[in-house]
Structure formats: structure tokens, C-alpha cells
């Protein structure tokens, strides 16, 4: 079976916005009522969010090296780049988001630690998939792509946790 990576891209893509629009939704009804997402419930939808957003920009980066008319090595060497710069911008942003705002770390519980682990890990991957170590791979990018789909699910299923709990 041959998969066109384009469709795959956006296939993942329409997962990815499916996550981010259901964490928007969340969101959007409950500050329509003060103080109804909890603490709890509020870090999950942001999470929840981000993860979703940041699947979705890493299915639509490929599109611009393509678009120039890169060859096969260079689309993923050069989106493995930028994904990889993505999550670290996410990380870093998202810890001093929680600490400034909030008044509290990042990493306050398992899936927390676990999600961060995963993501530094991805980084790692894409970092050798931009070409020093081997050949850049449409498979270690789609990789990539759908740890970002698992943390956005392991979001999810905070925010379902969080409502279910009382927590919002």
C-alpha cells in the first residue's frame, strides 16, 4: 500500500484541528460563565489547545519547502527544523505561562512529566532528522507529528477527567 505523504499530512492535520476547535469550544462556553474552569480544567484545555495547534502547523510546514520545489531530503530536513524549533518554543513559552500567570510550574503531575519527556525526546528526533546523523525521513517526521497527536489525546482525556471530577 503507498500513502501520498501530502494526504497523509492533511490528514493528520484534520485530527490535529479537531483536538484544537474541541479545546476552543471548552473554552469559549465556559468563560461565558466566571469561574467555571477550574485550575485544573483550564491548564487541560490550554494544553489541550497547543498540542492541537502545534500538530496542525507541523502537518502544514512541509507544504512550504514543497511549494518551493525542495527535493524529498530537504522537506524534512528542513520541517524536521522547524517542528523541532516549534516545541521548544512551546516549551519554554508554555513553563513561563504556567509560572508568571498562573503561580505555579509546568511540571505538576505524571502526564505533565510525561509529555514534556515526549517532547524532548521528539526534538532529539527531529534534530538528527534535519540530516548530521541520517537521511532525512518522511517516517521520523510523521513520527514526530503523531506524538503530537498522542499528547494532544493525553490532553484530552485531561479535560475529560477534569469535567467528569467536578472540576469545571
Known amino acids: 500500500m503507498d500513502v501520498d505523504p ?28 466566571p469561574g467555571a474552569l477550574s485550575e485544573l480544567l483550564s491548564d487541560a484545555v490550554r494544553s489541550l489547545l497547543d498540542y492541537g ?24 530536513a528542513v520541517s524536521s527544523g522547524g517542528l ?15 509560572r508568571d500567570l498562573a503561580g505555579r510550574h509546568l511540571v505538576s503531575d505524571a502526564r505533565a512529566w510525561f509529555l514534556l519527556a515526549g517532547d524532548a525526546l521528539a526534538v532529539l528526533v527531529l534534530v538528527l532528522n534535519t540530516g548530521p546523523v541520517w537521511t532525512p525521513s518522511v517516517l521520523v517526521y510523521y513520527a514526530s507529528l503523531l506524538w503530537l497527536l498522542l499528547g494532544a489525546a493525553l490532553c484530552f482525556r485531561g479535560v475529560v477527567e477534569a469535567a467528569w471530577s467536578g472540576g469545571g
Open 6 to 33: 501530502q494526504s497523509l499530512l492533511l490528514t493528520t492535520a484534520e485530527l490535529a484541528v479537531a483536538f484544537a476547535g474541541f479545546a476552543s469550544l471548552v473554552g469559549v462556553f465556559a468563560s461565558r460563565s
Open 53 to 76: 495547534l502545534l500538530a496542525v502547523s507541523g502537518c502544514l510546514l512541509p507544504f512550504v519547502p514543497i511549494l518551493a520545489g525542495a527535493g524529498d531530503a530537504t522537506v524534512w
Open 84 to 98: 523541532a524549533g516549534a516545541i521548544v518554543a512551546y516549551a519554554v513559552l508554555s513553563h513561563r505561562w504556567y
